[in-house]
T-cell receptor, first 113, second 114 residues
Framework: GDSVTQMEGPVTLSEEAFLTINCTYTATGYPSLFWYVQYPGEGLQLLLKATKADDKGSNKGFEATYRKETTSFHLEKGSVQVSDSAVYFCALSEGDSSYKLIFGSGTRLLVRP | NAGVTQTPKFQVLKTGQSMTLQCAQDMNHNSMYWYRQDPGMGLRLIYYSASEGTTDKGEVPNGYNVSRLNKREFSLRLESAAPSQTSVYFC?????????????FGNGTRLTVT
């Protein structure tokens, strides 16, 4: 079945460092891919998405490119801030007709001043 | 601008007790979901409701029941709580059929079963 694999955390960085969180997926069709972020004590909220191969999703300085050839959707940010400390989840959906989103296990990011 | 509202925020139950988790959304979404979040396991789908009047099992439905009361409300019931159901529960909603629309989540209910 479909699945999402994320790098294990926690990832600890200093402020202004470059961030990469790896995400790879397996899917039978042509899924849409998402990154969600969860701040402490809150629910998940959409960070960015990409719906087809080579699309780049971006938001708040974060970017991720849908790479069909490597089945990857890695999250990157050029310069992290303390306020980016959160748990990040990669997810896929088999198109709008699917009712199910499949989530990775999450990667905790801790940014130190 | 409430979005998805879950109650209660915290709950402690003894093994065998029952309770209902409430969820309501004010975005007129047609689809609603219940997930549980456990350390190292991400989010796992318990049940979902594609539209008012329909419900379907997700990945981990055992020990739970749901009711889609109307378009706004989707409740999750534990009939006889077990320690394995200690988790954080999230309700979410989505407008299905709107071009890969994202899920909108509530802030969660932290449940402990002793």
């Amino acid at each position: 079945g479909d699945s999402v694999t994320q790098m294990e955390g926690p990832v600890t960085l200093s402020e202004e460092a470059f961030l990469t969180i790896n995400c790879t997926y397996t899917a039978t069709g042509y899924p849409s891919l998402f990154w969600y972020v969860q701040y402490p004590g809150e629910g998940l909220q959409l960070l960015l998405k990409a719906t087809k191969a080579d699309d780049k999703g971006s938001n708040k300085g974060f970017e991720a490119t849908y790479r069909k050839e490597t089945t990857s959707f890695h999250l990157e940010k050029g310069s992290v801030q303390v306020s980016d400390s959160a748990v990040y989840f990669c997810a896929l959906s088999e198109g709008d007709s699917s009712y199910k989103l499949i989530f990775g296990s999450g990667t905790r990011l801790l940014v130190r001043p | 601008n409430a979005g998805v509202t879950q109650t209660p925020k915290f709950q402690v139950l003894k093994t065998g007790q029952s309770m209902t988790l409430q969820c309501a959304q004010d975005m007129n979404h047609n689809s609603m979901y219940w997930y549980r979040q456990d350390p190292g396991m991400g989010l796992r789908l318990i049940y979902y409701s594609a539209s008012e009047g329909t419900t379907d099992k997700g990945e981990v439905p055992n020990g739970y029941n749901v009711s889609r009361l109307n378009k706004r409300e989707f409740s999750l019931r534990l009939e006889s709580a077990a320690p394995s159901q200690t988790s954080v529960y999230f309700c979410a909603s989505r407008q299905q059929g709107a071009g890969n629309s994202p899920l909108h989540f509530g802030n969660g209910t932290r449940l402990t079963v002793t």
